[in-house]
């Protein structure tokens, strides 16, 4: 069988005069759009502006609920119920998935957003909570996941079909989680290490952590960061590896496909 992966990227991170990222030019590159809905960034025009120019270019849109921090960009831990998170990602899914249905799609994934998402990484009843949030708005989404974790398992154990996300743009500790971006090293700014990373986690199913440990690793699909400097270059470069290499870019399938803008 022919080695795959999905490209998703974070994006509609914009929030009111405030931009970031260069959102419509990574789209044309990857084939998953995480798009924020409002709690850690984003607003309503944002959300249906990004949900229309994945539509028009075929790429499947999935919602990005993070928690409720603008002023942090939904990065500093915020202690939550299982309670609290499901009504959280509930709320934000609900809400872009109105957005997509208006513009003539529906989304196909889910995935949490920055400390929500690492947070549920290593805490079961978050991940459930996430999980089951997820299949209360849709049984047909794919929950997208850090491989090896406690989102995938809670995924599964809700009967949701899962993408383990790996990164090429992080570094990796011996325990498989990400390494905290108060590190140094955390982030991954050379695309050439990057492509070369995630060349072997897709081939080899191996990553190598900070200590020089390799790993094994499950990947599904690929985060690229759409608010890191250089995002566009550094996808490209992605892209370019993954042909050299044979690797087929592909999006992970749950819902039926997301249809193009009248």
Not at 61 to 67: E, I, R, S
Not at 202 to 231: F, M, N, Y
């Amino acid at each position: 069988m022919k080695a795959a992966i999905d490209l998703n990227c974070d994006m509609g991170e914009s929030f009111g005069p405030w931009k970031m990222g260069n959102d419509l030019a990574i789209l044309d590159h990857v084939t998953s759009a995480n798009i924020a809905c409002g709690f850690h960034a984003g607003d309503p025009v944002t959300m249906q502006g990004v949900v229309e120019a994945a539509l028009q270019r075929g790429v499947q849109v999935g919602a990005h609920p993070g928690l409720p921090d603008l002023v942090g960009f939904g990065r500093r831990n915020i202690q939550v119920s299982a309670a609290e998170a499901y009504a959280m990602v509930v709320y934000q899914v609900g809400a872009l998935a109105g957005v997509a249905g208006a513009r003539g799609g529906r989304l196909n994934h889910v995935k949490a957003h920055g400390a929500l998402y690492n947070m549920a990484a290593r805490d079961r009843a978050l991940a459930d909570a996430i999980a089951q949030a997820v299949r209360d708005v849709d049984p047909g989404l794919v929950m997208f996941g850090l491989a090896g974790s406690e989102l995938i398992e809670a995924g599964r154990r809700a009967g949701l079909s899962c993408a383990a996300e790996v990164f090429g743009d992080r570094t990796y500790q011996d325990d498989g989680s990400l390494s905290p971006r108060s590190l140094p090293d955390a982030m991954i700014e050379d695309a050439e290490v990057a492509a070369a990373q995630v060349k072997r986690m897709v081939a080899e199913g191996l990553v190598r952590s900070r200590t020089g440990k390799d790993l094994p690793v499950t990947a599904d699909t690929l985060c690229i960061h759409g608010d890191q400097p250089g995002a566009l270059s550094f996808v490209r470069r992605i892209r370019e590896e993954l042909a050299a290499a044979g690797i087929e870019v592909r999006a992970p399938s749950g819902a039926p496909p997301t249809t193009s803008v009248n």
